[in-house]
């Protein structure tokens, strides 16, 4: 049984930093390539970032320099920094696991990827 939980969100500040954090447990977290993608209200869940099972990065242009995604392999955690929040930042943020043999893939569909955490909300106020 897989699990993934994620945590960190709440209500923040404009401008303010943030770290999300996912808990995965159940199965070898090595072998899983792992995403970020957020919800908001009334629109479709979006790919942020992903980590490659060897914890290469990948982001979507509209969040580089803003979200930072990593991995730690030994406390099967994924983890998503968030500087300088933004009120469109508002949304239900998820992490997602797909297990793969490949080391540097990187999925970018939801479709593509097996397991699901509940999410976290983020609320930003202007």
């Known amino acids: 049984q897989v699990q993934l939980v994620e945590s960190g969100g709440g209500w923040v500040e404009a401008g303010d930093a943030r770290r999300l954090s996912c808990a995965a447990s159940?199965?070898?977290?090595?072998?899983?390539?792992m995403g970020w993608f957020r919800q908001a209200p009334g629109k479709e869940r979006e790919f942020l970032a992903g980590?490659?099972?060897?914890?290469?990065?990948w982001r979507v242009d509209p969040v580089k320099g803003r979200f930072t995604i990593s991995r730690d392999n030994v406390k099967n955690r994924l983890y998503l920094q968030i500087s300088s929040l933004k009120p469109e930042d508002t949304a239900v943020y998820y992490c997602?696991?797909?297990?793969?043999?490949?080391?540097?893939?990187?999925?970018?569909?939801?479709?593509?990827?097996?397991?699901w955490g509940q999410g976290t909300q983020v609320t930003v106020s202007s």
């Open positions: 980590a490659s099972r060897d914890g290469s990065a």
């Open positions: 159940g199965r070898t977290f090595s072998a899983w390539a």
């Open positions: 997602a696991a797909k297990e793969t043999p490949y080391m540097g893939r990187f999925y970018q569909r939801p479709d593509d990827y097996y397991y």
